[in-house]
Structure formats: C-alpha cells, structure tokens
C-alpha cells in the first residue's frame, strides 16, 4: 500500500511538470504554423502637404499673388500683416481700393491695409461689420488668424472710443475748472468790497463815538470861558451874594 501511495504521488508530480511544458510547447507550435495572435501592423502616418512660406516675400509681389493656394496659406496673410505696417497711410489707401471685391479676401486685405492707415472709428467699425458678414466663408486653416485680426481690430475701436470719451471728459472737466476759477474770483472780488465797507462802517462809527465823547466836555469849556470873561468886581459881587459858610 505504502508503494502505490508513492507512485501515485509521484505520478501527479510529474503531471504538474509536464502539462505546462506542454502547453508551452503547443504555443509556440501554433506560433510557427501561423495559428497564434497576429498583430497588426500600423498605417504610415499620412503625409502632411507642406505649405509655402511667404514669410520672406517680397512686399510689392505678396499683393499680387492670389489663388486657393495662397489665400488659404496662414503664412501668406502673417506676412501680409507686416507688409502693410511699412506703408504709408496715402499708399495703403491707394492700395486697398484695389480689392472691392464681395468677397472674404478682399474685405480682409482691406482690413488689414487700413489698419495703420489713420482711419476713423467709423471706418474702422465699417470694415470690421464686413469681416463679419464673410465669417462663414472663411476656410478653416485661416479661421485661427482671422478670429485673432477681428478680436484686435475691435479692441482698436474700442480703444479710440475710450479715448474719445477720455477727451471729452477732459474737456467738460476744464471747462468747469474754468467756470470755478471765474466764480472764485468774483467771490475775492465780492469778498473785497465787502471787507472795505465794513472797514468803512467801523471809521464812522469811530468818527461818531468820537464826537459824543467831545461835546460831553463843552458845557464845561463854556464855564471855564465865563469866568475868564467876568469882571473883578463882579467877582466880588457874586461872592458876596453867596452864603458865608459857617464854621464849627
């Protein structure tokens, strides 16, 4: 009994040991038939079409480039937008009446020639409503950059008119300075004449104390006069007609 016990035993060792061996070895022979896991492999990445760089163009030939090609090139209106920040506000206007055109690119080119061009804020606010009646035509690749043209060319505007409204109240503001001014000196002025007649009150009304306090002292000089005038003798008369004072 004890001998069956270790062959079994030993048997299902050698079970353990050999089915992964086993298996391991069914793999890699489906491997090499072609019947394990196929991976696949990946698609070359789709060769990117590249674009023209207009950055080095020249500024008199840029103007007279068009087509699909050109137009929907970000790089062509990038250097489009620095050509034009060398023009003359004269010649970028002579340049822009060129482009008329219903159509995105003219509105843009337009846009982008008078925006150094020292155009008031109604022009500028006309050519902007324009980029935005062509919005949906704009193609994808440019879209990016014209959002960011239309978004700078509004802050523009809204610039001028914050200046606009910053003059204005500057001027209200010197004019009420102005105002202030005068009134302030008609104030010194009434303030003035007020102070001298006080001051001229206060002299008369001196001048009239004055005057009280001497005629209280007349009667007296009158007095002082008579008895100066009187005669020796009526001296004598009137002191002899006077009472003699008794003396205790």
């Known amino acids: 009994m004890m001998i069956k016990a270790a062959w079994r035993s030993a048997l299902n060792t050698a079970r353990w040991l050999i089915f992964p061996a086993a298996l391991l070895l069914a793999g890699c022979m489906a491997d090499k ?9 990946e698609a070359p990445p ?6 023209t760089d207009y950055l080095n163009v020249d500024c008199q030939a840029l103007w007279h480039i068009k087509g699909q090609a050109a137009e929907t090139n970000p790089l062509y209106w990038l250097r489009g937008i620095g050509c034009a920040e060398r023009l003359s506000p004269a010649d970028a206007r002579a340049l822009a009446r060129r482009w008329d055109e219903g159509t995105w690119q003219a509105a843009l080119r337009q846009s982008i020639l008078l925006a150094k061009a020292r155009i008031t804020p109604q022009e500028r606010r006309l050519y902007t409503t324009k980029l935005d009646n062509f919005s949906y035509d704009i193609p994808g690749q440019v879209r990016p950059l014209f959002q960011l043209w239309r978004d700078g060319q509004l802050r523009e505007l809204e610039l001028v008119q914050s200046r606009g409204r910053y003059a204005a109240l500057q001027q209200s503001a010197d004019r009420d300075l102005d105002a202030l001014r005068q009134r302030e000196k008609q104030l010194r002025a009434q303030l003035e004449q007020t102070t001298r007649q006080l001051q001229n009150l206060t002299d008369i009304e001196r001048q009239l104390s004055n005057r009280k306090t001497a005629s209280g002292y007349l009667p007296t000089d009158k007095n002082e006069k008579h008895d100066e005038l009187t005669a020796p003798g009526d001296k004598k008369r009137e002191n002899a007609a006077q009472p003699e004072e008794i003396t205790p």
């Open 46 to 51: 789709p060769l990117q079409k590249q674009m």
């Open 33 to 41: 038939e072609g019947y394990g896991p196929s991976v696949k492999a």
